[in-house]
């Protein structure tokens, strides 16, 4: 059997994963890549959102890649969250509400740069922000093109005493 997994979020039951059923109703799929990858985040942080399963129907309504996860790691228990729906039109609108909100964020790619390079990650396994090395790539690759493509300023080195490097570009000021 699996190893046992921490539990950090709130949870009205443990259960079985492999008595969970998948809402047949479910459009959203999930890549194997994806499951790997949050299988890797659930089981070096622990559960920290439970999966959600409908008292009316008793299928997954939320987590559904959680749950694939779950199944990946052979955890023997997963935090479940029974919650009631008043009827299947507001159960499937639940579902589906799951899904689309979080496809219509928006991503401030500077400040996820930042967030990406800052010196807390040093030593730390970068997957478990969710973003593989090659994307993260891509995305410092980016940034460096828009870089190299600004325009050169003339800079006056009569108005400095002494020779120095910028340490974030590397232009050598010299007197």
Not at 77 to 85: A, G, H, L, M, S
Request: a negative charge; aromatic letters at 6%; hydrophobic letters at 35%.
């Amino acid at each position: 059997m699996g190893e046992k997994i921490k539990i950090h979020c709130s949870h009205t039951e443990l259960r079985d994963p492999t008595s969970l059923v998948e809402h047949p109703r479910n459009y959203n799929t999930h890549p194997a890549e994806q499951i790997r990858l949050l299988a890797k985040i659930i089981k070096h942080q622990g559960w920290r959102n439970p999966i959600t399963v409908s008292k009316r129907s008793g299928f997954v309504v939320k987590g559904h890649g959680r749950l694939a996860a779950a199944m990946l790691l052979k955890t023997e228990k997963v935090p479940v969250d029974v919650q009631d729906y008043k009827d299947e039109a507001s159960e499937v609108a639940d579902m589906i509400a799951d899904n689309r909100i979080a496809e219509l964020a928006e991503t401030d790619r500077d400040l996820l740069k930042g967030l990406l390079l800052d010196d807390v990650f040093d030593g730390f396994d970068i997957e478990l922000t969710g973003f593989d090395s090659d994307l993260i790539n891509s995305y410092l690759n980016t940034e460096q093109l828009k870089q190299d493509s600004t325009e050169s300023v003339e800079i006056d080195t009569d108005d400095f005493d002494l020779d120095a490097t910028c340490p974030k570009c590397g232009f050598e000021f010299k007197k």
